[in-house]
């Protein structure tokens, strides 16, 4: 079983900086892709900013300049640096791990967290 663990969300200023972790555990042969959403209250789903194994990335046009999306491969652990946040950033966001194996030879699986909370409130 695969799990990926959140952290680091929380209430910021605006102009303020948060760094969000997502750590997969488990049996873990390879994972193709990793990145964040976020969802508003009453809005959709959105992408926030993806990278592949091999150190690919693509952001939103919203977070483009203010987000840096990274990954520590050996730990199959993927981070999300937010700056100069405004309050429409607010949202919970939500790790996710696509193309999973647990094996050279096993069916990718799509892996979500349970997301983590950003305020970004004066």
């Known amino acids: 079983q695969v799990q990926l663990v959140e952290s680091g969300g929380g209430l910021v200023q605006p102009g303020g900086s948060l760094r969000l972790s997502c750590a997969a555990s488990?049996?873990?042969?390879?994972?193709?892709?990793m990145g964040w959403y976020r969802q508003a209250p009453g809005k959709q789903r959105e992408l926030v900013a993806t990278?592949?194994?091999?150190?690919?990335?693509n952001y939103a046009d919203s977070v483009k300049v203010r987000f840096t999306i990274s990954r520590d491969g050996g730990k199959n652990t993927v981070f999300l640096q937010m700056t100069s946040l405004k309050p429409e950033d607010t949202a919970v966001y939500y790790c996710?791990?696509?193309?999973?194996?647990?094996?050279?030879?096993?069916?990718?699986?799509?892996?979500w967290g349970q997301g983590t909370q950003v305020t970004v409130s004066s």
């Open positions: 996710n791990a696509d193309q999973v194996k647990v094996s050279r030879w096993a069916v990718g699986v799509n892996y």
């Open positions: 488990g049996s873990i042969f390879s994972i193709n892709a």
């Open positions: 990278i592949t194994s091999s150190g690919l990335t």
